[in-house]
């Protein structure tokens, strides 16, 4: 399963985005698909992560309240609504497979090392 993700862009601080993680195959339900984000020069780290058919969701405590992940079933695919956005938030979103989901969320957890080429988002007044 190859997963895309897209819909970034330039915002003000305290705007939203919504980006997508579309997977190229059908079988992706059965697994954690989590959201990871890599500001310029860190390193890349987890934001949220979820599987579609187990009621588990998980953020990192820095963007809890804020973003929400989900599947949207019209279009196939996973979804992360982000609101209040804030300049710390800026960097690309990458969305991928992951073994498990929850505390300790970490790109070791990724079941492939192909990132795909991510979206970027600006959050700056």
């Known amino acids: 399963v190859q997963l895309q993700a897209s819909g970034g862009g330039s915002v003000q601080p305290g705007g939203s985005l919504r980006l997508s993680c579309t997977p190229s195959g059908s079988h992706w339900r059965r697994y954690y698909i989590a959201w990871f984000r890599q500001a310029p020069g860190k390193e890349r780290e987890p934001v949220a992560c979820?599987?579609?058919?187990?009621?588990?969701?998980y953020y990192v405590d820095s963007v809890k309240g804020r973003f929400t992940i989900a599947v949207d079933n019209d279009e196939d695919s996973v979804y992360l609504q982000m609101n209040s956005l804030k300049p710390e938030d800026t960097g690309v979103y990458y969305c991928?497979?992951?073994?498990?989901?929850?505390?300790?969320?970490?790109?070791?957890?990724?079941?492939?090392?192909?990132w795909g080429q991510g979206t970027q988002v600006t959050v700056s007044s």
């Open positions: 991928g497979l992951v073994g498990q989901c929850g505390l300790g969320l970490s790109t070791r957890w990724r079941l492939n090392n192909d």
């Open positions: 979820l599987h579609s058919q187990i009621d588990n969701t």
